[in-house]
């Protein structure tokens, strides 16, 4: 994992802290930014508060090559995000014009579902204010575009408009060796291999062997995920723990991933 | 908010981390904290690597009321939460001769489900291993208890597992007002309703109004959150916003805590 490009990633979100909306952009970033090798190492969940969105930012973008930020973006009151950014890297917050002009097009030729024109308003004009000199990400979904401020990329909250939006994030990171990993599930208890499954784990340290047991009687067992970056150890290490697997009985179940 | 109890969750776990794994415990925990007034200030996500254990839960521990973390306490060799807390807490990493007792008296007493006993073994007896001093947690799905730490609970990654202790947790915390919320929905456009909101969320400075849009053409539309720990003004809030999202031709649903 030598030269491993890395990330965090920011939830900016008070329903998400409040237990009101379920997360599920956290897994699905994870996993695209897995698939090109960036290796994702830390994420925080902060409320929608300007000095806690600073201090954030501050506090992570010096530590990984790049920092996703969800949330906050939009034509609303509770939407600062782009505000605190810009005070974050001590830039003036202004009038993006490659913005604007996005912002104007899109609301003055859609003719919305309802059949009305839905006007350009002050609020909507709000969504075109970014820190000074940043590089825009497109909108596939509802086109008010996000940005880029140096190794930061401020993209939306909603998990469609994200995931959009992430499509042309991705394209712009250094990437690394893909990670890779395969699962092996069975009714053995955790417990039963542990001692087994470390003497596998030292025999590959190039890759890490997970154990998750689940426990919901009858259904108890546990699964094994091999993860790395080496396909020919990942098989290796898969078969040997089949093979443990079933040396105590176990009825193994594989989902492969090479 | 004066006064309110804090909380910061530490989730521990590379599957969350790689995507592999849907997280749902911090909307769990973040739901039961909200009700009996315990505010969730912070989440973070960080790999099972003993130095980011020790620096996370030092970083902020001293920041919050209390600290929840999830994941890492088996009987594996991925399972290094245990010790990194007593290492973070300048504690010996000792093996506690309650929680031994009680997994003495699982895995001695107990006939599996398919019919043949399961062995105390060494790996098993690991998850007697503490830090010196802690309160046990108990553990109704599984057994093997977890454990407070001054002001921090170190619980189990596995949701049932993770979900059964939380009822043991929750009665030793300090509680305050609790939050409630309504939620408005309707098919109006945030940035049509954008500037309206901010006035009534001027006039309620007591809630935090959140908006919250969709876009999944043809259901688009915003959702609005009052929440707050004022039952009157919360209903009155939202009383203003279902007018105010009529008043815009918009037809509202609402969903009601109160």
């Known amino acids: 994992m030598t030269n491993q490009?890395?990330?965090?990633?920011?939830?900016?979100?008070n329903e998400i802290l409040s237990g009101r909306t379920q997360d599920t952009n956290i897994a699905y970033i994870g996993k695209k930014l897995a698939a090109i090798g960036v290796?994702?190492?830390?994420?925080?969940?902060?409320?929608?508060?300007?000095?806690r969105i600073i201090n954030t930012v501050n506090d992570v973008r010096c530590s990984y090559t790049y920092v996703l930020t969800t949330g906050g973006i939009g034509a609303t009151h509770d939407d600062i995000t782009a505000a605190s950014i810009a005070k974050a890297f001590d830039r003036p917050?202004?009038?993006?014009?490659?913005?604007?002009?996005?912002?104007?097009?899109?609301?003055?030729?859609?003719?919305?579902?309802h059949g009305s024109q839905v006007s350009f308003n002050?609020?909507?004009?709000r969504m075109a204010m970014m820190p000074k000199g940043v590089t825009l990400i497109e909108n596939p979904v509802s086109k008010a575009p996000a940005f880029q401020i140096e190794n930061v990329f401020v993209l939306a909250?909603?998990?469609s408009v994200m995931q959009g939006m992430l499509e042309y994030v991705?394209?712009?990171?250094?990437?690394?060796?893909?990670?890779?990993?395969?699962?092996?599930?069975?009714?053995?208890?955790?417990?039963?291999?542990?001692?087994?499954?470390?003497?596998?784990?030292n025999?590959?340290?190039?890759?890490?062997?997970?154990?998750?047991?689940?426990y919901k009687v009858p259904d108890i067992g546990t699964s094994l995920v091999i993860r790395g970056q080496d396909k020919d150890i990942i098989i290796q290490a898969t078969e040997d723990i089949i093979a443990m697997v079933k040396s105590?009985?176990?009825i193994p179940t594989i989902e492969r991933q090479i």
Do not use: C
């Open 5 to 13: 490009p890395t990330a965090a990633i920011i939830i900016i979100g």
């Open 39 to 51: 290796d994702l190492l830390e994420v925080r969940v902060i409320p929608d508060e300007e000095d």
């Open 122 to 125: 002050e609020s909507r004009r």
């Open 157 to 159: 909250g909603m998990p």
């Open 248 to 250: 105590f009985g176990g």
């Open 93 to 113: 917050f202004v009038e993006n014009q490659e913005a604007l002009k996005i912002l104007e097009e899109h609301y003055n030729d859609t003719l919305w579902h």
């Open 203 to 214: 025999q590959y340290p190039e890759v890490s062997i997970g154990s998750y047991p689940f």
């Open 170 to 201: 991705l394209p712009r990171l250094e990437t690394g060796k893909p990670f890779y990993y395969n699962t092996v599930t069975s009714n053995v208890l955790e417990g039963t291999i542990a001692e087994k499954l470390t003497e596998i784990q």
